[in-house]
DNA sequence: CCTCCCCTAACGAACGTTCGTCAGTTTATA
DNA sequence: TATAAACTGACGAACGTTCGTTAGGGGAGG
């Protein structure tokens, strides 16, 4: 499908210079035709931009909820940090998390209010699935505290800083420590001891 | 001082719009002249950019060094907390901390070799003050652990964090549900017990 | 005091280029 | 032959930039 190819070449140009900045002569070159082309497959740049968010969307929240679909109420400190990996996974296997990082935090004037609806949505939902496991965890008496709130918001805090240094991609080893040093403040801060 | 004025008119536009979606004669407008006019205080709108940019790193860094310059190695809670205070103050009254975060993470792709060594500068410099202090604060025992990187890099992960809410301004008090959160967390996990 | 000169700041006009978009036409596939 | 997808051509608008030209404000020399 022609038009997959396109989104695929508009995600990488929106990715890297944000919406004004990518033309879509400019993508239409990476795969091979004229822009006027686009026009067969979408309305419009908007149009366009709109369903790369709305698939970057649907790819971040489906494996964020497949994860957690799959672990129980034992071992938060294997699945706890297990989930940062999978970010990290996710941010280097495509392009498509560092897109929706970027039009989360800097979206164009424009479509604000498109986008902030899309980003609130994802954000609740991953919030509350984070906050019922961390629920359990405090019931299974398997990590310190008594509200899931605290734990679930700091840790959601760690995400959010793990995704800023893999946008800022020049130092493998400079991740790795951060991940390190985030996680053994973390883990220990929630932890009984 | 007229160049003055269109520097933070400049601010305010590129903070919003990013490089290539702020126009110079919408900043023009803003201070009352025609976009020509640029052109008697600026080569250009590159340089324009550079400015504003080196005036924003100077702001910050000169207000978190003279922060670390004033503190002394008995009270890292207070002392530690209050930077984070810091951090949302000056987010709060003036843009050029969030022009500064947008810049250092989503650069205009022909400026990114020029960006990146200002990152890089600050960068260093922070972490160098705020690894000593923990150094410190380890040595006098009012906090826990064996070496200063790894609390370093937790709390830098910490103010990252912060500094990506309060782009996302929308809410007050998730922003403080979320200091709170990250704060009573790490700070557990850098305590003794 | 006057005038000549240089300087800064702002201007209108125009440059060449690129932008997103629309219309009409050809090509290829089914 | 019908339909979808690519093309060519053109559009007005906006972009950053350059040009030549004003208006005004010191200093210097007569």
Redesign the pocket.
């Known amino acids: 499908m022609?038009?997959n190819e396109i989104k695929e070449a508009a995600l990488k140009y929106f990715t890297i210079h944000g919406y004004e900045g990518?033309?879509?002569?400019?993508i239409?070159d990476e795969v091979?035709?004229?822009?006027?082309?686009?026009?067969?497959?979408f309305?419009?740049?908007?149009d366009l931009f709109l369903q790369v968010l709305r698939d970057a969307k649907e790819t971040e929240l489906s494996s964020k909820l497949q994860y957690f679909s799959n672990i129980g109420s034992q071992h938060p400190e294997k699945d706890l940090y297990g989930f940062l990996q999978l970010v990290i996974a996710l941010f280097k296997e495509n392009e498509q998390l560092k897109f929706w990082l970027r039009m989360s935090f800097f979206p164009p004037a424009h479509l604000v209010k498109a986008i902030e609806k899309e980003v609130i949505d994802i954000e609740e939902k991953v919030q509350a699935i984070l906050e019922s496991k961390f629920h359990d965890w405090i019931d299974a008496k398997a990590i310190f505290g008594d509200s899931a709130k605290t734990p679930t918001l700091a840790f959601l805090g760690i995400v959010d800083s793990i995704m800023l240094e893999l946008v800022y991609v020049n130092d493998e080893k400079r991740l790795k420590d951060k991940l390190e040093a985030s996680w053994t403040v973390f883990w220990r801060g929630i932890s009984h001891r």
């Open positions: 022609k038009s990518a033309s879509l002569s400019q239409a091979g035709m004229k822009k006027q082309s686009i026009y067969a497959h309305k419009g740049k908007d």
